[in-house]
Structures are given as structure tokens and as C-alpha cells.
């Protein structure tokens, strides 16, 4: 298997730290309004790159953080007369509304910054005794120059970078010993929350919060650092600068990033009146859609998002679902008995489109060359199953076709066409009890409302979870 690494700009053979493990870490949403499509791309490559290591055997610790600290966060509050937690938690819960819709998988951790300050204020602590940073009057800043490799990931040479690029303004900035140097302490201002640090009371700076989740949750050195494409500088380059500074090893051996989304061939902005948030889709069409569609494309590509392009990913979706329901009514009515000899054959034919599928995604995760031999099977399919088939036949068929569509995230069998199914409703009630037990009791009143609206009631007792139809 083969990943493009944005660190060495070259495709290079997958070869974990550690044998049948990945550590993986993908930033995060910061949680101040509802997720926007631009935000689900990145959850959707990487959820799907995550399916592909897991289907091929990998055990995959994937941390995907939420940033719940942040001026934007803090504005919206003070907007709305409440506090930044209330905010940051509401569209916590949001936000995990919208990736159950887009059946992305729930990370293995989901930290929190404003959980982990512990482990900043000691990585901080850290880069000053190393000498990499340094305090100015409560705001520590980290010294870019003092990193040699400073530039390794975006490529941008130390010197030709402009004096303080996309740096916040904040208190304390004169007291830079270099224009390039970036924040990773800074003190309070009036009604914003803080911690009590040796510097001052005051919040982590963006780029610290990466490396001590990831730090803490996978450890000083990961397999994958993925994220979109307009993080590489200065979010990426900064906790490179960070992690390996403290930490005294390489950060991250693979750099995955996924290209833009614009709208009607425009960069999406509210001020052009073309920002469309997950929600907004979902109005409009099923998220299996989006999802399909942003799987449409190599993730390092440009996508250009459009009602026509929508459309299109609709009707291929269809097309897969339609295949998938006419074989499940085969294997429902079809002949009982052995496959037949000519049966046997067709299906070691189907087999084909499985190493078609596996030489697309093991080639940099190519899902548009993947989802094409989906196609392909499912034109097999159509051609090939008829109420003559054997229901063994159309099994062997449909396992594929499952399988593969698993790998992408696409659902072949919706909920409630299963929900009359026992097994359906104790393997629900299952996810539920493992959500109170990870304490995401809103993932837990999800399922349970989900149930409620098919017409399953559940009632808690000693015993267990017991369920009955309304």
C-alpha cells in the first residue's frame, strides 16, 4: 500500500512503527458552529482510509480532536450572553449528529483541548527548559529560528517568510524576540475562560493543544498526521516544530492532506452566499450522498461542489442501492440448493473486482478508481443474477458487494428497511450501552430516540436494556 506524503512530496510504501498497528491522528472541527462541507471532506477521506486499514487487518487507534477552546468559540458565546462551554459542548453534540449521518465511524478518542491543559502547561514547560521558548511578561512563545528543520512539511524557506504570517495579534506580541516566533501560552482577557499556569492565567495557543492530544493518546511517535490541505502551514509546521523539539524524535512518519472543496468552481465564503453547512445538505438530499460524492474525487484533488455534480453522485449512489436490494430479494426467492458449476465460476469472476477495489485504494487511496470497480461489480451483478440464480449464488455476491461498500461507508440496507430484525435491535442496544459506558450519553439518547421514532421502546432495568414495540 502506497500514501502520497506530503513531507517528502512522493507516493512511499506503507510500513507502520509497530507491526499490524496504525496510530493515526486527524485534526479536528473547532466546535463554534454547525460542521460545513468543507469540514466534512477530511472526516470522510480519513474515515474511509481508516475502513481500508481495518479491512485489511490493521488494529487502528484513531484520534480525531475537538478544539472547544477558541477565539471564535469565545465570540459566539459573548454573542449569545452564555459561556464558551455551553457553546462548545452544544455543537459538540451537533457536530456528532452530523458524522452519524455521514456514517463516519466514532473515533477511538475524541479528546477535548480544554481536557488536556495539564499536558500543555508540562510540553510548554518543556520547550523552555530545552530552550526552545521562552516567557514575555504571562506569553510564551516558541522560537522558530531555534528549529533547524523549520519548514521541512510546507517547504517554505525561514527566511523568505513574512514577518508574523497569519499570527493572532495578542497581548505581549512586542515582546517577540522574532517576528516569526508563534504563541503557545497567552494570557486572559476580560470574560474569556483561563487556567492558572506559571506564566500567567491564560489558554493554550492552536498548535500546542495537536501535539499533547496526540502525544498523550498515541504517543511521541505516530504512524499518520492527516488533516486538510489548509492546515500544512502553519498549523502542521508548527507542531513538527513543537513535538519534535519536546519530544527528541520524528513527530509524525506520514503527512496526509485532502485538497480544497469550492462551490460552483468559487471558494466557499458566507460572504459570497455560497457556505453550506452539512445540516443544509441534509434538507436536500440523504448525507449517503455528500459522502458518496466526496469519495467521487482522489481526496489530494480540488472538488468542485455543485447541485448538477450532487445530482450525479445521487444517481450512481442509487444505482449501487437499487443492485444491492434486487440481490437481497434473490437470496429471499432465489433456488435453494448448491451453486451450480457455471455459478461457481461468475464468482470467482466477482473476486476480480475485489483486487480491482484493493489496487484502488492500496494505490494512495484512490476511492473514484474503487467506487469504478463497485461499478463494475454491480454491472456483473445486473448481468449475470436472475429469479433463476441460486440463493447461495446471490449470497456469494452480495457478501462482496457488502463488503467492499463497507470499506467507503455506504449503507446498502437502510435501518429501518431492517429495523423488523431482532438482531438489528439488540446489536443497537448494544452501541448504546457502550456509549453510556464511554460516557457520550448523547451518542446513548441518540440511538435510543433513533429506536423510539421506529417504533422500539427501551427500558432500562437491572438486568439490562429490555425493548418492546410501541
Known sequence: MKIYNTLTKKKEEFVPLEEGKVKMYVCGPTVYNLIHIGNARPMIIFDTFRRYLEYKGYDVNYV?????????????????????????????????????????????????????????????????????????????????????DYGKLSKKNIDDLEAGHRDIKVAGEESKEDPLDFVLWKPKKEGEPSWPS????????????????????????????????DLIFPHHENEIAQSEAANGCEFSKYWMHNGFLNINNKKMSKSLGNFFTVRDISEKYDLQVLRFFMLSAHYRSPLNFSDDLMESAKNGLERIITSGAKIRDIISNGKDGKVTDAEAKLLDEAKEYITKFEEAMDDDCNTANAISAVFELVKFANSNLNEGSTKEFAAGVYEILDKLCNVLGIILEKEEEKVGDEDYIEEMIAKRAQAKKDRDFAMADQIRDELAAKGIVLKDTREGTKWSRA
Not at 201 to 213: A, K, L, N, Q, T
Request: some cysteine; overall charge negative.
Open 64 to 148: 480525531s480532536n475537538f478544539t472547544d477552546v477558541d477565539d471564535k468559540i469565545i465570540k459566539k458565546a459573548i454573542e449569545e450572553g452564555t459561556t464558551a462551554e455551553e457553546i462548545s459542548q452544544r455543537y459538540i453534540k451537533e457536530c456528532k449528529k452530523d458524522m452519524h449521518d455521514l456514517n463516519i465511524e466514532p473515533a477511538t478518542t475524541h479528546p477535548l483541548a480544554t481536557q488536556e491543559i495539564d499536558g500543555m502547561i508540562e510540553m510548554i514547560k518543556t520547550l523552555i527548559d530545552k530552550g526552545y521558548a521562552y516567557d514575555a511578561d504571562g506569553t510564551v512563545y516558541y522560537r522558530t529560528r531555534r528549529f533547524k
Open 198 to 229: 506559571p506564566w500567567s492565567d491564560g489558554r493554550p495557543g492552536w498548535h500546542i493543544e495537536c501535539s499533547v492530544m496526540s502525544k498523550k493518546y498515541l504517543g511521541d511517535e505516530i504512524d499518520i498526521h492527516a488533516g486538510g490541505e
